[in-house]
T-cell receptor, first 114, second 111 residues
Framework: DTAVSQTPKYLVTQMGNDKSIKCEQN?????MYWYKQDSKKFLKIMFS???????INETVPNRFSPKSPDKAHLNLHINSLELGDSAVYFC?????????????FGPGTRLTVL | AQSVTQPDIHITVSEGASLELRCNYS??????LFWYVQSPGQGLQLLLK??????LVQGIKGFEAEFKRSQSSFNLRKPSVHWSDAAEYFC?????????FGKGTMLLVSP
């Protein structure tokens, strides 16, 4: 069974469109995250949610809106896509979101904006 | 603010040779340190982590890392590299409930 899953794996779209990426974890964790990995492989935290509540919101454009319908799901909706949004987006989860928790990562979603 | 530096963008090692990947961190308190591996087209997998205690930590796949507070380092080692170890390796420091990653080191394994 996949611990952290994301859909879709690949997403190709035009500038200006709105798209969503879904993430689900079956580990029973309380905390979930979204990371962005740019073309140089640099990974940066975007958001984290603990038990459906937003905990971390880094300096991300407000075109990005995370939504957590329950603690097993954290979706990422992106409005008015721009070329610079092209990246690999990783979802992750951890037990309680403390500094000593291991984060478990999904396989990533490669977003290409044309 | 916490930060991680991985000075080597890529390293090439012959199969069977030993490996050391460097990682230096900056953090004001006791650091919680991690090494993750990312195979091509895959997510990140935890290799090992350090919180406290013994400064030499063992991980999966035969990897180990040594925490040296005086040098602010947490270098990853493996005595004998296999072709399947070719991947991107990320060092990370955890603080204030966020993981801060280095820019990664790409490991290439030559026959």
């Amino acid at each position: 069974d996949t611990a952290v899953s994301q859909t879709p794996k690949y997403l190709v779209t035009q500038m200006g469109n709105d798209k969503s990426i879904k993430c689900e974890q079956n580990l029973g964790h309380d905390t979930m995250y979204w990371y962005k990995q740019d073309s140089k492989k640099f990974l940066k935290i975007m958001f984290s949610y603990n038990n459906k509540e937003l905990i971390i919101n880094e300096t991300v454009p407000n075109r990005f809106s995370p939504k957590s319908p329950d603690k097993a799901h954290l979706n990422l909706h992106i409005n008015s896509l721009e070329l610079g949004d092209s990246a690999v987006y990783f979802c992750a989860s951890s037990y309680q979101g403390t500094s000593t928790d291991t984060q478990y990562f999904g396989p990533g979603t490669r977003l290409t904006v044309l | 603010a916490q930060s991680v530096t991985q000075p080597d963008i890529h390293i090439t090692v012959s199969e069977g040779a030993s490996l050391e990947l460097r990682c230096n961190y900056s953090y004001g308190a006791t650091p919680y340190l991690f090494w993750y591996v990312q195979s091509p087209g895959q997510g990140l997998q935890l290799l090992l982590k350090y919180f406290s205690g013994d400064t030499l930590v063992q991980g999966i796949k035969g990897f180990e890392a040594e925490f040296k507070r005086s040098q602010s380092s947490f270098n990853l080692r493996k005595p004998s590299v296999h072709w399947s170890d070719a991947a991107e390796y990320f060092c990370a420091v955890s603080g204030y409930s966020t993981l801060t990653f280095g820019k990664g080191t790409m490991l290439l394994v030559s026959p």
